[in-house]
């Protein structure tokens, strides 16, 4: 009795001795046991890892019990940038939604292992620009005649880069490569103007802007040139990533600020003129349901709509942005290597799930989200390649995305629905554009479709 009496009295002053103890609070992100870790998301505004957000996951809504009002569709006679403009906000587009083929031509190499078409064609000047995956560039008129082809070909081999981007500006065409190059081309003839050299490859499609053209490398390098000799005007530099993953990566530009989000992962909003910083935060993720998911650069265009910035990374995260200071206003643990497409009271975009998802525009909630297929070979031994999947647009009020499957799908944008799917022989290999109310798309193939 007497050693049992000791045993609890030893307890009870340890209890006491516990509670006179300040606990000490060790610094650093918490993260909530109760929810799982691919629920988990982050903006960092430091390079020491600091946060200054995160975002509590929020059930979906009940499907079709968030209106949605499509803005006032427009009819675009040009599509010069990522997403038809250098904000690479498109908005709702003009069209009866029909589209039935009308012609198909041969842009050059199509898609293989190692090089791939990335980026879309562009419209200016009744032009339709293409490139393959060799960097080679061609012109057709708006029936589908050639009017011309220039090879902006290395001596490297040409197996060991990959094609670049396109941009149309102030009477100009300018493209990018893979060998780490930026041309001016005459878009009359398809001669090169001039060409100006990098030390890292330039992927992206470059963004025009008042005199200069904004170019981001895969070294995490932004550079602003004068279109009319590409003498720099300035350039700016992040931090190296842990690693990349190549992607379209164009700035955007609105109210003479320029948005860059760099492989590293930082975003940065900089004066377009001179180069000078108005805010830089980082944008990470921590999902970890695939190997892509652990690199923390980004690999989609900013877009700028009204005030807000929109920003999605490959590592389960999207984020809106203040345009003005940089603070973000909401969080959404989906990722994508696609541009989110600001709607309305909404958000849309093809996830790094294989999903399509609508957000509200306000809080980052998610609406609904719709299945896309994933594994080309859906058996648990077999599960490597995947589909790729390009878009949404918002053409005559019906979400639009292109897939490598084959399938050029419409949705409806209240409730998710897949309305109907047009076969696209040799499958999607960038997202559409819609000029004039007809449909550009290209094929891994190497075939441009015009859709009317």
């Not at 409806?412 to 897949?418: C, F, K």
Request: glycine share 10%; charged share 15%; aromatic share 8%.
């Amino acid at each position: 009795m007497k050693n049992k009496n000791a045993v609890f009295g030893f307890l009870a002053l340890g209890f006491l001795i516990g509670c006179g103890q300040k606990e000490e609070i060790l610094e650093g992100y918490r993260i909530d046991i109760d929810r799982p870790l691919s629920e988990s998301i982050e903006i960092v505004s430091e390079r020491d890892g600091s946060t200054i957000g995160s975002l509590t996951v929020i059930n979906n809504l009940p499907p079709g019990s968030f209106e949605f009002t499509a803005p006032q569709a427009e009819n675009l006679v040009e599509w010069t940038h990522v997403n038809a403009n250098a904000s690479h906000s498109p908005g709702n587009l003009s069209s009866d939604g029909r589209f039935g083929l009308v012609w198909q031509r041969n842009i050059g190499v199509g898609s293989t292992k190692r090089n791939r078409i990335g980026t879309s064609p562009i419209f200016a000047e009744n032009k339709i620009f293409t490139m393959d995956a060799f960097s080679n560039v061609r012109a057709f008129n708006t029936s589908g005649t050639l009017l011309w082809g220039s090879s902006l070909g290395s001596d490297i081999d040409e197996e060991e880069a990959s094609s670049g981007g396109l941009t149309f500006g102030q009477g100009l065409l300018f493209a990018t490569t893979g060998y780490g190059e930026l041309h001016v081309i005459d878009p009359d003839s398809g001669g090169v103007i001039w060409t100006q050299e990098f030390d890292a490859p330039a992927v992206s499609s470059p963004t025009v802007h008042n005199g200069l053209v904004y170019v981001v490398t895969l070294d995490s390098k932004a550079w602003a040139l004068d279109i009319r000799n590409g003498r720099l005007s300035w350039s700016l530099e992040s931090t190296g990533g842990i690693a990349v993953v190549s992607g379209d990566t164009s700035p955007a530009i609105a109210f003479n600020n320029v948005i860059i989000s760099f492989p590293s992962g930082e975003v940065v909003s900089a004066n377009a003129k001179n180069g000078n910083i108005n805010w830089r935060e980082y944008i990470s993720g921590s999902r970890r349901t695939n190997p892509s998911s652990t690199l923390i650069g980004i690999s989609s265009s900013p877009v700028i709509s009204g005030n807000q910035v929109y920003v999605a990374n490959q590592s389960g995260s999207t984020a809106s942005l203040n345009l003005s200071n940089g603070k973000p206003r909401w969080l959404a643990s989906d990722g994508s290597y696609n541009p989110p497409l600001p709607a309305g009271n909404s958000v849309f975009l093809v996830t790094d799930n294989f999903e399509l998802v609508r957000l509200n525009a306000s809080t980052g909630q998610r609406i609904w989200a719709t299945s896309l297929p994933s594994f080309i070979a859906d058996k648990p031994r077999r599960r490597k390649e995947v589909y790729a999947h390009f878009g949404p647009l918002l053409v005559g009020g019906q979400l639009v995305v292109a897939s490598s499957d084959g399938q050029l799908r419409f949705f409806d944008p209240v409730t998710g629905n897949n309305i109907r799917s047009i076969a696209i022989p040799g499958g999607a290999t960038s997202a559409p554009i819609v000029v004039n109310q007809t449909m550009y798309l290209k094929s891994s193939a190497g075939t441009l479709y015009a859709l009317r």
